[in-house]
């Protein structure tokens, strides 16, 4: 009696690696819109941070706008004031992969007048 051994594997690597090579594949670009996603939360706050000082400093709203507009495409904000302090809320939304769209959204405030 004669065994054959691994002459019944012959291809099982193709196999396997067809199909696990799309969920590697998946896992990668959804770790790297993550990433971007995060990239943007980032940069969203630095945005209302300084639209916030802006607004303290007796700026317009259209200049506090402008740099949220042009710190994240997109991006929208609003303001409040209550009694020494003005807050900015920025909100933007940002899709991964084009199929999960996440509500991105950051807070900062400045004191009135301040410097």
């Known amino acids: 009696m004669r065994i054959a051994w691994g002459r019944d594997d012959r291809g099982s690597a ?10 590697v594949v998946l896992a990668l670009l959804l770790g790297a819109g993550a990433l971007g996603a995060a990239s943007r939360q980032v940069a969203l706050q630095d945005a209302a941070a300084d ?9 317009g709203e259209g200049a506090a706008h402008r740099v949220v507009s ?16 003005v807050c900015v809320s920025a909100h933007s939304v940002v899709a991964i992969g084009g199929i999960i769209r996440l509500p ?11 410097r």
């Open 51 to 59: 639209a916030a000082r802006l607004l303290g400093r007796g700026e």
């Open 104 to 114: 991105l959204e950051a807070s900062s405030c400045a004191l009135v007048g301040g």
């Open 70 to 85: 042009v710190a994240v495409s997109g991006a929208g904000m609003s303001s409040r004031a209550s009694n020494d302090l």
């Open 14 to 23: 193709a196999a396997e690696l067809a199909v696990a090579l799309p969920a």
